[in-house]
Antibody
Framework: QVQLQQWGAGLLKPSETLSLTCAVY????????WTWIRQPPGKGLEWIGE???????KYNPSLRSRVIISVDTSKNQFSLKLTSVSAADTAVYYC???????????WGQGTLVTVSS | QSVLTQPPSVSGAPGQRVIISCTGS?????????VHWYEQLPGIAPKLLIY???NRPSGVPDRFSGSKSGTSASLAITGLRAEDEGDYYC???????????FGGGTKLTVL
């Protein structure tokens, strides 16, 4: 049974870089895509991007210029960096496992990231 | 404005049946990309409810069912329970945008 556990800084100032990491426990790291999704307070879900164990990435076009998703296969971890954050980036950020059929299961517990001066 | 359109809210009494719709277009649901559904109970991460239009993961009760036709999909919940209250999201892939897309979410209230 795969489980995801995520962590990272929860309070940032505008223009700083958001950095989150997600660890994968209990399953194979290869053969899947690993994804980041965010949810602004009171709003819906937004796909940020994905990476596989080989480091191949796809990003949401609206965020592509500021997003870097990386993988560390030695630790079964993947990470998200989002540069030049603003208040609009305030959200709960989730990591998730993405199946070849493009559904997400399971999800990490979520990390609330607040951007405020 | 979400690419996939869901009603903002639905409600029903305990034991009743509700249906949540998810309307897309020819570049996502209508392009034969699968639809998946998630349940998000208050304060916790979304949970996969239906994958591949109609399939339930292990552990999801058969009170939940999914269907798809043309450019739309639906989630049906029968035998409503108080613990079903939460937000429900549909998700697919859009070939024009080259990205995963979600519906805006539907808040289910059990009266």
């Amino acid at each position: 049974q795969v489980q995801l556990q995520q962590w990272g800084a929860g309070l940032l100032k505008p223009s700083e870089t958001l950095s989150l990491t997600c660890a994968v426990y209990g399953g194979s790291f290869s053969g899947y895509y690993w994804t980041w999704i965010r949810q602004p307070p009171g709003k819906g879900l937004e796909w940020i991007g994905e990476i596989n164990h080989s480091g191949n990435t796809k990003y949401n076009p609206s965020l592509r210029s500021r997003v870097i998703i990386s993988v560390d296969t030695s630790k079964n971890q993947f990470s998200l960096k989002l540069t030049s954050v603003s208040a609009a980036d305030t959200a709960v950020y989730y990591c998730a496992s993405q199946s070849p059929g493009n559904w997400f299961d399971p999800w990490g517990q979520g990390t609330l990231v607040t951007v405020s001066s | 404005q979400s690419v996939l359109t869901q009603p903002p809210s639905v409600s029903g009494a305990p034991g009743q049946r509700v249906i949540i719709s998810c309307t897309g277009s020819s570049s996502n649901i209508g392009a034969r990309y699968d639809v998946h559904w998630y349940e998000q109970l208050p304060g916790i991460a979304p949970k996969l409810l239906i994958y591949g239009n109609t399939n339930r993961p292990s552990g999801v009760p058969d009170r939940f069912s999914g269907s798809k036709s043309g450019t739309s999909a639906s989630l049906a919940i029968t035998g409503l329970r108080a613990e079903d209250e939460g937000d429900y999201y549909c998700q697919s892939y859009d070939s024009s945008l080259s990205e995963v897309v979600f519906g805006g979410g539907t808040k289910l209230t059990v009266l």
